[in-house]
């Protein structure tokens, strides 16, 4: 079975790297205090405006992404192998670029596992519409030894990589980093898709500032550059690198808050996440 392809646009441009706006990560936007919370139309006109090129939501959406130029796309959950077809019919109907999935639950054993990724590889394969499973807590794809162990059992699987889940669930930075990455190239060599979330050994989302210096912005960059120098050998004309921001609101408790009031500027921070994604790619490229 062949993995599934990259998004693209159908044009003979190079390979490029395009950053997308995430409904959830727009939740709950502008920072606390707030007299109302930016409509959609905002929000949208906002990722415009910020240099973004396209939008990861559900249909609702879709037409006032559309409608300001921006590309689409989706994502969702599957919990069952029967439930793989009618999402991707369904993301085909919309017109969606591809999917990003949460895929079970983590308590899955081997044999179930593969019969999850199998149908999601059958399903994006039958609609053409690449889907990519989420390196995520709570799913299959919640720690890095499961995640090796079935991509040596189903090699043409490919991922949309929010490392923050794996850097803060596994604590990374404690311990052999460089041998932690070079346990995850397999996991590198399959990214098609970012969820920009940037977490520190203990906080899912941290604060980091302008990102110079900042420890945990250093370290997610190099493995931004891992997966994007290993996407760009094997990248067609006109094939897109979809990286969205996405930074949880308060109300998912992901946001750093202090009775309810956000401390962090979720706005200015997807900023800085976009600029540091932008440079991985750069870097990415010249090597």
Request: charged share 25%; glycine share 10%.
């Amino acid at each position: 079975m062949n993995s599934p392809r990259n998004v693209n646009d159908g044009s003979n441009e190079k390979p490029k790297l395009l950053i997308y706006g995430n409904s959830w990560g727009l939740m709950e936007l502008p920072k606390k205090p707030i007299a109302r919370e930016w409509s959609m139309e905002e929000k949208l006109d906002k990722l415009v405006e910020a240099g973004f090129h396209g939008f990861q939501g559900g249909p609702g959406e879709m037409d006032l992404v559309r409608k300001r130029g921006l590309r689409f796309c989706t994502g969702g959950r599957i919990n069952q192998p029967a439930e793989a077809d009618g999402h991707f019919k369904a993301a085909k109907d919309w017109g969606a670029d591809c999917t990003t999935l949460h895929v079970g639950w983590g308590m899955e054993d081997d044999a179930q596992i593969d019969a999850l990724v199998e149908s999601i590889l059958e399903a994006s394969a039958k609609y053409d519409v690449p889907g990519y499973i989420e390196t995520h807590r709570a799913t299959v794809a919640q720690d890095m030894w499961r995640i090796v162990q079935f991509i040596q059992r189903t090699p043409h699987v490919r991922f949309n990589g929010d490392f923050s889940h794996l850097y803060c669930g596994q604590e990374m930075p404690y311990g052999d980093w460089a041998e932690k990455l070079d346990f995850l190239e397999p996991l590198f060599q399959r990214v098609s898709f970012f969820h920009g979330r940037i977490s520190d050994a203990q906080c899912m989302q941290a604060d980091v500032g302008d990102g110079l210096g900042n420890a945990s912005a250093k370290h997610f960059q190099e493995m931004w550059t891992r997966g994007m120098k290993h996407w760009l050998r094997s990248a067609k004309p006109g094939d897109i690198l979809p990286f969205a921001p996405e930074l949880g609101p308060p109300s998912s408790k992901y946001s750093i808050s202090w009775k309810s009031e956000e401390l962090s500027d979720r706005w200015a921070q997807s900023a800085v996440i976009k600029r540091l994604a932008e440079a991985s790619f750069a870097t990415a490229g010249s090597r």
